[in-house]
């Protein structure tokens, strides 16, 4: 087997193991594991990929993730199941949002993540990210922090839809 595909098939058992914790973006975050203690974590590293995965939003949902390491930009793709609610596009968008501000500040080489949901595909970059926020996502320490930034950005309907039109 080769090297990437038994990294990829490590890391889906890890998931399917770890499965459950809550997400930043959600009330019910697991506050017996900070999410910070990942930061500075790189891409190739399948195991500190998978603990961050399974602490952010709709990690019930997550299926798959699919690590492009062979050249830069290096990046992943995240799949997930039906998710069950009302408003469903705003809500993909926001769980892209919110999971790829997690990634971004947590996962140094990370550039881009590809969000599959099973109607809708959201791709976005770290540069693209950091310009909707105006910050370096790098900069930040803790968790109180970040969930704060995203959840203002959240409010304005707008500004979260023209991030999805550029």
């Not at 017996?32 to 990929?49: H, L, R």
Request: a negative charge; proline letters at 1%.
């Amino acid at each position: 087997m080769p090297k990437i595909t038994r990294y990829l098939f490590f890391s889906m058992l890890i998931l399917l193991f770890l499965n459950g914790c809550g997400s930043i973006g959600d009330e019910n975050v697991n506050s017996s594991e900070d999410i910070f203690q990942y930061k500075e974590s790189m891409i190739g590293d399948n195991s500190a990929v998978a603990s961050i995965i399974r602490q952010l939003k709709h990690n019930e949902e997550f299926q798959e993730v699919s690590l492009d390491t062979k050249e830069k930009p290096y990046g992943m793709t995240l799949k997930y199941g039906n998710i069950d609610v009302a408003e469903i596009e705003k809500e993909y968008k926001e769980t892209a949002i919110n999971n790829a501000t997690c990634l971004f500040a947590l996962i140094n080489n990370a550039e881009w993540v590809t969000f599959d949901f099973e109607d809708n595909k959201y791709k976005i970059t770290k540069s693209k990210l950091q310009d909707f926020y105006s910050k370096d996502l790098s900069g930040f320490s803790n968790e109180k922090e970040l969930k704060a930034l995203v959840q203002e950005q959240l409010k304005d309907e707008s500004k979260v839809n023209q991030l999805f039109t550029r």
